[in-house]
Structures are given as structure tokens and as C-alpha cells.
């Protein structure tokens, strides 16, 4: 596709559930990053990958979250035994090379609800 | 630490107004970029301009205008004659240039609605 795509639009899981977040970037951007929104906390980054690789997960909110990109392609991301302060919608992003002044184009996001 | 202030939560306009949301920003590194994201109702954010820290020239894109100030740490966004396809949550970001792997940092948005 054109775009950055994600899937699912939207998912509603119960707590303690796990759930699995999918992001295609566009074809050829080595660079993608994972970001949420939140109503209280409005956009905050969580982690990014160059390739294949995630060097700093400093921004992941606790350990329950993970992230992996394979064939600096697809990624995705996992939240584990999932909380109710999860609920937000996850924003995939890719560029073309890892520099700040890329644009960095976004997809639709995944909108997470935790009952 | 970098921080990316929109102070203006919520704006109404009426049509053809002009309107200008602004953004000041915190940083102590003098090399940077700034940014404004436009997101519509569909939820997707959508580039509108990028800046880097040692160009002060406004600019204008039709009925877009940006304001750079370094020295009030401000890029400020103007839409002239506003329509009511204007109206979403427009976003303000700072990224670092001098860090690898560094993200967007953004301020909290701000909602524009415009009506006929």
C-alpha cells in the first residue's frame, strides 16, 4: 500500500488479557516508531526501530509492552496482561532513514479499549 | 528537557475567520526541528510543515502561514480564511537533531472547529 497501515482498527479485550498490535510501514523506510494517545496524556513516544532493531526501550510504560520488527518490515507490538489505563489508541509511524528531519508519515492507529 | 507547550485547548471559529494556534517549546540544544500534524477526524496524522532551528524565515503555503521565533521559542500556525475542512486537532512537535533514534515530542494539541 501507499501508507502506513495498521490492524486491527480497533480491539476490545478484557483485562488481564494479552493483545497484539500490527504495523506496516511504507515499503523501503528503515525507520518506524510506536506512539500513544491518550486523552490525559496526548501523544507520547514509546519506542522506535531502526531496521530490525529497538535500541532504547526506555519509553515502553512498564514491561508488560514489547516490541519487534522483522525483515525491516512489520511490527509489532504486544502489551501483556493488559491494565485499563492500556486503553488509548497506538500510532504507528515510519520514515525513510532514522534522521530527525525525515517526516515521519503515520497510520491510522489501533484504538485499544481494556474493559 | 524538552518540552512543547499548546496552551490553546480548544478554538471555534466561524468560516473565513483567520485563526492562529500557537506553540512555544522548550529546549537547550540549539540545533532542532519543529513540526506541525494536522489530524483530521479519521484519526490519521498528517504533515504540514517542518522546520529546523537556524531558519527563521516564516512561510506560507497557500492558506497556511508559519511564524518562527527563537527568540520567544514560538512556531506559531495561522490558517487564513478558515473552512470548515480545517477543523481538526492540530498538533505542534520538537525533535532533536543531534540524537540518533530520537522521536517527535509533541505538545497536546490543539482543536480547531470551524463552523459555516
Known amino acids: 500500500g501507499a501508507g502506513v497501515s495498521q490492524s486491527p482498527s480497533n480491539k476490545v479485550t478484557e483485562k488481564g488479557k494479552d493483545v497484539e498490535l500490527r504495523c506496516d510501514p511504507i515499503?523501503?523506510?528503515?525507520?518506524l516508531y510506536w506512539y500513544r494517545q491518550s486523552l490525559g496524556q496526548g501523544l507520547e513516544f514509546l519506542i522506535y526501530?531502526?531496521?530490525?532493531?529497538?535500541?532504547?526501550k526506555s519509553g515502553l510504560p512498564s514491561d508488560r509492552f514489547s516490541a519487534e520488527r522483522t525483515g525491516g518490515s512489520v511490527s509489532t507490538l504486544t502489551i501483556q496482561r493488559t491494565q485499563q489505563e492500556d486503553s488509548a489508541v497506538y500510532l504507528c509511524?515510519?520514515?525513510?532513514?532514522?534522521?530527525?528531519?525525515?517526516?515521519?508519515?503515520f497510520g491510522p492507529g489501533t484504538r485499544l479499549t481494556v474493559l | 528537557a524538552q518540552k512543547v507547550t499548546q496552551a490553546q485547548t480548544e478554538i471555534s471559529v466561524v468560516e473565513k475567520e483567520d485563526v492562529t494556534l500557537d506553540c512555544v517549546y522548550e529546549?537547550?540544544?540549539?540545533?532542532?526541528?519543529l513540526f506541525w500534524y494536522k489530524q483530521p477526524p479519521s484519526g490519521e496524522l498528517v504533515f504540514l510543515i517542518r522546520?529546523?532551528?537556524?531558519?527563521?524565515q516564516n512561510e506560507i503555503s497557500g492558506r497556511y502561514s508559519w511564524n518562527f521565533q527563537k527568540s520567544t521559542s514560538s512556531f506559531n500556525f495561522t490558517i487564513t480564511a478558515s473552512q470548515v475542512v480545517d477543523s481538526a486537532v492540530y498538533f505542534c512537535?520538537?525533535?532533536?537533531?543531534?540524537?540518533?533514534?530520537?522521536?517527535?515530542?509533541f505538545g497536546k494539541g490543539t482543536t480547531l472547529s470551524v463552523s459555516s
Open positions: 509511524a515510519s520514515s525513510l532513514e532514522l534522521l530527525p528531519y525525515n517526516e515521519q508519515f
Open positions: 515499503s523501503g523506510h528503515t525507520a
Open positions: 526501530f531502526q531496521g530490525n532493531s529497538a535500541p532504547d
Open positions: 529546549t537547550r540544544d540549539t540545533t532542532y526541528y
Open positions: 522546520r529546523n532551528s537556524f531558519d527563521e
Open positions: 512537535a520538537l525533535i532533536l537533531a543531534n540524537q540518533a533514534g530520537t522521536a517527535l515530542i
